[in-house]
Structures are given as C-alpha cells and as structure tokens.
C-alpha cells in the first residue's frame, strides 16, 4: 500500500517560519509589547548609569563611565527619558522596512532577497527594540545577509562601496547580533513561486488544457489573469513585507489573498474549479479558507503600496526624533563594542588553549577507561 501524499500545508508546518515566527495576533502584540517594556527599563537604566558616570569624574570620561566611552556620555539627554511606545516602534519598522526596499532597488538586488531582508528585520525587532538597535546599520546587514541566504552573493567591499558612508566593519558589527535575533534561522518562505504556479494554471484552465471550468473560453479572461498578476505580485512586494500577514499566514494562503484584491471575481473562480462546490466534503473547508483569505486580504489593504502621505511623514519624523533621545546609550557604538570584545577574548586566549587541551586529554582518558588501554606489540 502506498504511503499518504504529504500535503503542502504539512511540508509547511514543518519549517522553522511556521514552528518559530508564526504567531496569533495576540501573542504578537504581547511579544512586542514585552520587547518594548524591557528595553525601554534598560534605556532608563542606561542613562541613569551614564549620568551617574559623568558626575563622578568629567576629568576622563572614558575611565569614568566603565567603558561607555565619550559618544554614550555625550548622546545622553537630559531630564526624563521619554521612550518610544508598541506602536510608535512598528511605524518606524515600516518606515525603515521601506527604506529597505528602496536600497535594495538602488543595489539592483532580486525581489526575493529584499524580501528575506525585510522579513529578518521584523522578526529581529518582535524581541529586540528601536531604543536598542538602530535600525539604520541593521537594515544594511539584513541586506547583505539576505543575498548569501538566497545565493545572491556579492563581497562585502563591494557591497559596503555602493552604500555612500558605508563600512565593511559597520556591516559586520551587527551581523551576530542579527543571527541571534533571528534564532539562528534564515530560511523564509515566500508567496512568489505560489502566484507564478497559480498563475500558470488559470490560464490553463481558461486555454482548456484544464477542462471544464468557469475560465474556459471566457471573454477576455487571458487578459484578465495577466492584470491579475500584475497587481497581486505588486501586493506580494510591498503591503505582504510591510504588514504582519508573513506572521499570521501561509505563503499560499497570502498569494491567494493578493489574488482576490487584484481580481476576486477571477480568484473565485479559480478557487470553485479547484474545490468544486458540488462536492459536500469541500463546503465547510470553504468557508473557512474564505474566512481566513479575507482577514489577510485585509491586512494586506491597511498598507498600501507607494510612498507614505504626507502626514504619515510628518509623524514619522517626529518618531525618528523621538527615538534618537530614547536610545541606550551603551549600544550607539556596535563598532567599538566588537571590538572591545574581540580583544578582550584576546586576553583569555591562552586560557582558552589550556582548557581545549585538558579536554582533549580528559577525552582521552574517557577513552581508555571504556575500551582499556591501548595494545603494546612485542618486538
């Protein structure tokens, strides 16, 4: 007897982006919410140190303040720290998310890896914060890392060059810190390849290659399917990588969802030939696909693609002033952070070569306490 068919939605439940970054829109706010309310307590802590720093010794600020160094002393506000809310971090992702795409179009990469950018900085700010990491140099690293993940793979030099004010170490300074964030797991699984397949069959479907369905023949329908793909790949670029739906949804789920607000009339035909409405097993498994297309297809509309209005804009710079007096000033400089740590793991280095070697004798001598000791040929 021949073993069960794995269905696509089974392949899916078994890849990180759903076990890790899927989440209900409750559990998402409460993360963000939870990201939020421990970094802004450590930005207040941060400050209060620096200040506390600063009063101590204005003589050697760099001794004074532990290794904070001039830049932290010198970024801190004064009076109460005022630090940004849930809502004012997930406007300023958007922003930066767009700013993204944007770079991304300047450095001619394909759609696929500002895609992947995208999504490594949404998921790196459910559990870090603006206050903490400025967005500005992650989003480059995010790019760069997003061109190795999808084999489109250019030097850092290169890449650093193309970027006006841009350095290699800069790039590189948070690269770990994004790994981390990220749990480790860089695979992202997009709607892009669904659409194309989804494409391909209504119009086999309406050229009759797939026999008896609505599209067969239908007047105009050719033309029709290709405005359809058009429009919903557009969704699929920007509204898909700047709203939540990569959360909440399947990949084949938010391409169907692109489809119906590019075409629901057309959608819905493509959704009765695929699951007839004469078969009764298909009903209750309709309603609720529906049900669940239309919440993305909302989702998908709150952002809409093109450039901000120009209040949005307005709010958005005053967010972005806002947050350069809410900062943690003892992570301004990832930089020389980096740096301090590599050279401090260069002083325990010796103690790292000792340790190794009493492993390895340790294994050793595990080694003939479980098989005896070695043999000693006679002469």
């Given at each position: 007897m021949a073993p069960p068919a794995i269905t696509e939605d089974e392949r899916y439940r078994t890849s990180t982006q759903f076990r890790l970054w899927s989440f209900t829109p409750d559990k998402l706010l409460?993360?963000?919410?939870?990201?939020?309310?421990?970094?802004?307590?450590?930005?207040?802590?941060?400050?209060?140190?620096?200040?506390?720093?600063?009063?101590?010794?204005?003589?050697?600020?760099?001794?004074?303040?532990?290794?904070?160094?001039?830049?932290?002393?010198?970024?801190?506000?004064?009076?109460?720290?005022?630090?940004?809310?849930?809502?004012?971090?997930?406007?300023?992702?958007?922003?930066?998310?767009?700013?993204?795409?944007?770079?991304?179009?300047?450095?001619?990469?394909?759609?696929?890896?500002k895609a992947t950018a995208i999504q490594y900085i949404k998921r790196f700010y459910t559990t870090n914060s603006l206050?903490?990491?400025?967005?500005?140099?992650?989003?480059?690293?995010?790019?760069?890392?997003?061109?190795?993940?999808?084999?489109?793979?250019?030097?850092?030099?290169?890449?650093?060059?193309?970027?006006?004010?841009?350095?290699?170490?800069?790039?590189?300074?948070?690269?770990?810190?994004?790994?981390?964030?990220?749990?480790?797991?860089?695979?992202?699984?997009?709607?892009?390849?669904?659409?194309?397949?989804?494409?391909?069959?209504?119009?086999?479907?309406?050229?009759?290659?797939?026999?008896?369905?609505?599209?067969?023949?239908?007047?105009?329908?050719?033309?029709?399917?290709?405005?359809?793909?058009?429009?919903?790949?557009?969704?699929?670029?920007?509204?898909?990588?700047?709203?939540?739906?990569?959360?909440?949804?399947?990949?084949?789920?938010?391409?169907?969802?692109?489809?119906?607000?590019?075409d629901q009339s057309l959608t819905t035909s493509y959704l009765a030939a695929k699951l007839p409405p004469t078969d009764p097993a298909n009903a209750l498994f309709r309603e609720k696909l529906t049900g669940v297309l239309h919440k993305c297809e909302e989702m998908l509309l709150s952002v809409t693609p093109g450039e901000p209005s120009a209040s949005e804009k307005k709010d958005l710079a005053a967010l972005a002033k806002k947050l350069k007096k809410c900062r943690n000033p003892e992570k301004l400089d990832l930089v020389g952070l980096q740096k301090a740590k590599r050279e401090g793991d260069g002083e325990d280095e010796e103690k790292v070569v000792k340790k190794r070697k009493l492993e390895r004798e340790q294994s050793a001598k595990e080694g003939e306490d479980l098989f005896g000791p070695s043999i000693k040929m006679e002469a």
């Amino acid at each position: 007897m021949a073993p069960p068919a794995i269905t696509e939605d089974e392949r899916y439940r078994t890849s990180t982006q759903f076990r890790l970054w899927s989440f209900t829109p409750d559990k998402l706010l409460a993360l963000r919410t939870t990201t939020n309310r421990n970094a802004a307590d450590r930005v207040r802590d941060a400050v209060r140190r620096v200040r506390e720093a600063r009063a101590a010794s204005s003589a050697d600020t760099s001794e004074a303040d532990g290794g904070v160094g001039s830049r932290a002393v010198s970024a801190v506000p004064e009076g109460e720290v005022d630090c940004l809310g849930v809502e004012d971090e997930l406007k300023l992702v958007i922003f930066y998310c767009r700013q993204t795409i944007q770079l991304g179009d300047y450095l001619g990469v394909p759609t696929d890896v500002k895609a992947t950018a995208i999504q490594y900085i949404k998921r790196f700010y459910t559990t870090n914060s603006l206050m903490t990491y400025h967005p500005t140099t992650l989003l480059k690293t995010a790019l760069f890392f997003a061109t190795k993940t999808e084999n489109h793979y250019t030097s850092l030099t290169k890449f650093a060059e193309k970027i006006t004010g841009t350095k290699p170490e800069e790039i590189l300074a948070s690269e770990f810190l994004l790994t981390q964030g990220l749990r480790f797991t860089f695979d992202v699984r997009h709607p892009f390849r669904a659409l194309e397949g989804a494409v391909m069959e209504m119009q086999a479907m309406a050229s009759g290659q797939i026999p008896g369905t609505e599209m067969q023949g239908a007047p105009g329908v050719e033309r029709r399917i290709k405005e359809a793909h058009g429009k919903a790949r557009e969704y699929l670029k920007t509204s898909a990588l700047l709203t939540d739906v990569y959360f909440h949804f399947t990949p084949s789920q938010i391409m169907m969802a692109s489809l119906l607000i590019a075409d629901q009339s057309l959608t819905t035909s493509y959704l009765a030939a695929k699951l007839p409405p004469t078969d009764p097993a298909n009903a209750l498994f309709r309603e609720k696909l529906t049900g669940v297309l239309h919440k993305c297809e909302e989702m998908l509309l709150s952002v809409t693609p093109g450039e901000p209005s120009a209040s949005e804009k307005k709010d958005l710079a005053a967010l972005a002033k806002k947050l350069k007096k809410c900062r943690n000033p003892e992570k301004l400089d990832l930089v020389g952070l980096q740096k301090a740590k590599r050279e401090g793991d260069g002083e325990d280095e010796e103690k790292v070569v000792k340790k190794r070697k009493l492993e390895r004798e340790q294994s050793a001598k595990e080694g003939e306490d479980l098989f005896g000791p070695s043999i000693k040929m006679e002469a």
